[in-house]
């Protein structure tokens, strides 16, 4: 079956500063999805990277696929106290998205 | 209004009860899953279904069940509630096709004591 790691497990970071969360994949990535969770509450999809290479970005938050290595990167740049939140990604192993695995989180906290 | 809901969002339940988690959506996705949130762990997925007549298992479903009464309504039963399912549930959804995300719910808090 899929393994998803991310790294860091957890973060803290002054507000202004970027910072750089990754997502490695056991096997092949078809589909690679970023989730940002607020504590206890649902996960808001961010965007998804399907090809090689590719990069997408909403507002200061910036992911790439790196398909070779299976892996992606998500960079937020500027933090702000509003990026505070858990961030997961979901990684789809079969090529027709029927079910997705997700990596265990990121906590991201952004201090004043 | 949110297109995905789910029903209770909190439940405090004893060892043994059978417990109803309910999900509905206002999306018109064929495809609806069920998670469980534990700390440290990710999101496990526990059933998912395509249709109405379509019911798969998935990492953990070892004292789960569920229904899909219609294409809105997906539906997670604990049969004898025991302490470790205490976990944060929650309802997904998603169109067909290979890049469609899924579509979260607020979740579901459950304890179990």
């Known amino acids: 079956s899929q393994e998803l790691e991310q790294s860091p497990q957890s973060l803290i970071v002054q507000e202004g500063k970027n910072l750089t969360i990754n997502c490695t994949s056991s096997?092949?990535?078809?589909?690679l999805y970023w989730y940002k969770q607020k504590y206890g509450e649902g996960l808001i999809f961010l965007m998804m990277l399907q090809k090689g290479g590719e990069e997408k970005s909403h507002e200061k938050i910036t992911a790439k696929l790196d398909e070779k290595k299976q892996q992606s990167s998500l960079h937020i740049t500027a933090s702000q106290p509003s990026h505070a939140g858990i961030y997961l990604c979901?990684?789809?192993?079969?090529?027709?998205?029927?079910?997705?695995?997700f990596g265990t989180g990121t906590r991201l906290q952004v201090t004043l | 209004d949110a297109d995905v809901t789910q029903t209770p969002r909190n439940r405090i339940t004893k060892t043994g009860k059978r417990i109803m988690l309910e999900c509905s959506q206002t999306k018109g996705h064929d495809r609806m899953y069920w998670y469980r949130q534990d700390p440290g762990l990710g999101l496990q997925l526990i059933y998912y279904s395509f249709d109405v007549k379509d019911i798969n298992k998935g990492e953990i479903s070892d004292g789960y069940s569920v229904s899909r009464q219609a294409q809105a309504k997906f539906s997670l039963s604990l049969e004898s509630a025991i302490p470790n399912q205490t976990a944060l549930y929650f309802c997904?959804?998603?169109?067909?096709?290979?890049?469609?995300?899924?579509?979260f719910g607020p979740g579901t808090r459950l304890t179990v004591l």
């Open positions: 979901g990684a789809d192993g079969t090529g027709t998205a029927s079910k997705l695995t």
């Open positions: 096997k092949t990535l078809y589909g």
């Open positions: 997904a959804t998603s169109e067909q096709g290979a890049d469609n995300e899924q579509f």
